[in-house]
């Protein structure tokens, strides 16, 4: 079955940098894009970053673009998320996500908490 895994989060202060992995499995990963979203805490998951299956094309949510960096390594089935410049405002659980079959499949997801 399809099966994300995300890992990297923690407490960091403002200013410093997290990478967040995301390890797939149960699907061909290297032929679908994949997704990190975040959620708040009261607040909607808002998708963050994008990167398509061939790690050519990313896109960003309009406030963390020049802060983080999507990419992708198909040779091990994993997504990473580099977040420089964290602010609290980046507090939040972060996601992997992918359409598969037109089914949603989501990890467990990650915290990340910025704070001093």
């Known amino acids: 079955q399809v099966q994300f895994v995300e890992s990297g989060g923690g407490l960091v202060q403002p200013g410093g940098s997290l990478r967040l992995s995301c390890v797939a499995s149960?699907?061909?990963?290297?032929?679908?894009?994949i997704n990190w979203y975040r959620q708040a805490p009261e607040k909607s998951r808002e998708l963050v970053a994008v990167?398509?299956?061939?790690?050519?094309?990313?896109t960003y949510e309009d406030s963390v673009k020049g802060r983080f960096t999507i990419s992708r390594d198909n040779t091990k089935n994993t997504v990473y998320l580099q977040m420089n410049s964290l602010s609290p405002e980046d507090t939040a659980v972060y996601y992997c996500?992918?359409?598969?079959?037109?089914?949603?499949?989501w990890g467990q997801g990650t915290q990340v908490t910025v704070s001093s």
């Open positions: 996500n992918a359409r598969v079959l037109r089914e949603d499949f």
């Open positions: 990167i398509s299956a061939n790690g050519g094309t990313a």
């Open positions: 149960g699907f061909p990963f290297s032929a679908y894009s």
